[in-house]
């Protein structure tokens, strides 16, 4: 039997209980629950009713998505679920604050459109693998020491990566099923061994993907162009000695130039997540297991099981893939501003994803939370900070929007504990992609970025990606707020957007 109950705050929070269970918790205002249509409420409720799950959390961006919502929270301490995973395992956001004033790119347009030049001749974007005159390519067995060790010294150097960056990555260093990085060198090569026994070519297939380094990919990920406008909440912090600067402490300089990025782990993610799907499914066929609400990507595996063991070394190959993207990515765009701007300084604010499994303690326990479109939300003085520099202050957390209304930097509060330390992973779509191509007008979409003087190197801006396919962001980020969860430290404002204008790949 189901009731909803809202809670006292009103707007901002509910629950959907089931009998004999810890309730769903629901975030999001009146208009936001409401959207949030039958089926995403209905995967939800298979999520929970999934076996050793305890918790199951929807965010305020949350919409259908496969076998668990896009914008959930899902929480298990002894079972792995690649579901709410996905197969852009590690999507994830990083923000570049550079110390460029507004101000430069005030004026002809041709300017900011030079910077974009200087970033495609960089960092491809879309689908698949492309040779750009100024990518950084890198030798296969560099790559896959990457993948293994993640952004270790002498990888970053050869990559030309700062090595200080890594100290803002919410996970820099992963280790594998064994607890250390031994299991993930040993998979490897075991997944090398069986691409090279397939036929059609996967095994060139494994060394294009890998070469996909340093590239944004296609569907809602982007490269953008921001201007940082704090809070005025936060301007008014700056003057008070005593309490922890929170922008100061992210690195966040109000009216300047910053760079905000969105992609994953691309095609080598893809790849291994999908071969894990199949090879669940097979092996519940095999030992004929129910398949929970009969919803195949709701396959999972015990821990310490091999299939566990074997999901989460891929998992954190594939993440470490996500982490060394994004770090080259950042490193190629600070290149490009260079180029335009000689000795312009840059620094990286933060790294964060939103599509992960990882070990974390709920209420004193060791568990598993599981994150799809979901991102990490921990406040000052929380335990796992301890020893960064954000363990007064809480981490950055990095939540796109959309062009015209912006994105967020945002900083937990005490409430996140509610939410299993965790907060929504952007605006959330509010029209699928086949039926934002159907329904919007191009010129419509594309009259909405001139007004608002933003740049775009699409000749068409992609309407299955236009800011009407998406959330209210405003109503997303007051959800939030209201709900006690994370504070706004700044917006950030878009002045140009680098974007595939072809088929999603993600």
């Not at 397939?198 to 990919?217: A, F, I, P, R």
Request: net charge negative.
């Amino acid at each position: 039997m189901e009731t909803v109950t809202i809670t006292p705050t009103g707007e901002a929070t509910g629950a959907i209980y089931f009998d004999n269970l810890s309730p769903i918790r629901v975030f999001g205002t009146d208009s936001l629950r409401g959207a949030f249509g039958e089926e995403t409420l209905q995967q939800a409720r298979n999520a929970r009713l999934c076996p050793d799950v305890t918790d199951v959390v929807l965010t305020p961006d949350a919409h259908i998505g496969f076998g668990a919502p896009i914008g959930c929270v899902m929480v298990s301490p002894s079972t792995i679920y690649p579901g709410p995973v996905g197969v852009d395992i590690n999507c994830s956001m990083s923000l570049l604050q550079f110390e460029l004033p507004e101000e430069a790119l005030q004026g002809e347009k041709r300017f900011r459109r030079s910077i974009i030049q200087a970033i495609e001749k960089r960092v491809p974007s879309g689908p698949g693998t492309k040779k750009l005159p100024l990518a950084r390519r890198f030798p296969i067995d560099l790559i896959e020491r990457a993948l293994v060790d993640g952004p270790v010294s002498d990888v970053l150097d050869a990559m030309e990566i700062p090595r200080e960056w890594t100290e803002r990555c919410e996970d820099a260093f992963r280790v594998g099923s064994d607890g250390t990085t031994n299991s993930l060198g040993a998979r490897l090569e075991v997944l090398k061994s069986l691409l090279a026994e397939k036929k059609g070519g996967l095994k060139k297939n494994y060394e294009d993907k890998l070469n996909q380094l340093g590239s944004l990919g296609g569907g809602n990920h982007f490269g953008e162009c921001e201007i940082v406008r704090l809070t005025e909440q936060e301007k008014s912090a700056l003057a008070d000695e005593d309490a922890p600067n929170v922008s100061q402490t992210f690195g966040l300089k109000d009216g300047n130039v910053a760079f905000l990025t969105h992609c994953g782990s691309r095609g080598f993610g893809n790849l291994l997540a999908r071969e894990q799907f199949a090879l669940l499914k097979r092996k519940f066929e095999l030992w004929h297991i129910p398949i929970p609400a009969n919803e195949p990507d709701l396959v999972y595996a015990p821990l310490g099981t091999p299939e566990a063991n074997d999901y989460i070394d891929d998992m954190v190959l594939a993440a470490n893939f996500a982490t060394i993207n994004h770090l080259l990515i950042n490193a190629l765009v600070w290149d490009a501003f260079q180029e335009i701007i000689p000795g312009v300084e840059a620094n990286l604010v933060y790294y964060i994803s939103h599509n992960i499994a990882r070990r974390e303690v709920i209420d004193d326990k060791p568990v598993w939370v599981h994150r799809k479109g979901s991102t990490r939300a921990y406040p000052a003085n929380h335990f796992s900070l301890k020893d960064t520099p954000f363990a007064k202050t809480g981490h950055p957390i990095l939540l796109p929007g959309n062009p015209t209304q912006g994105s967020s930097v945002m900083v937990a509060l005490e409430g996140a504990k509610e939410s299993c330390y965790s907060v929504n992973h952007g605006a959330g779509r509010a029209l699928g992609r086949r039926k934002a191509v159907q329904v919007l007008d191009q010129k419509t979409v594309d009259e909405e970025f001139n007004n608002a003087d933003i740049l775009t190197n699409c000749r068409f801006y992609p309407k299955d990606e236009a800011p009407a396919a998406y959330k209210d962001f405003n109503e997303v980020l007051r959800s939030v707020e209201l709900a006690g969860l994370a504070r706004e430290v700044a917006r950030l404002q878009a002045r140009f957007v680098i974007k595939d204008s072809s088929t999603p790949d993600d």
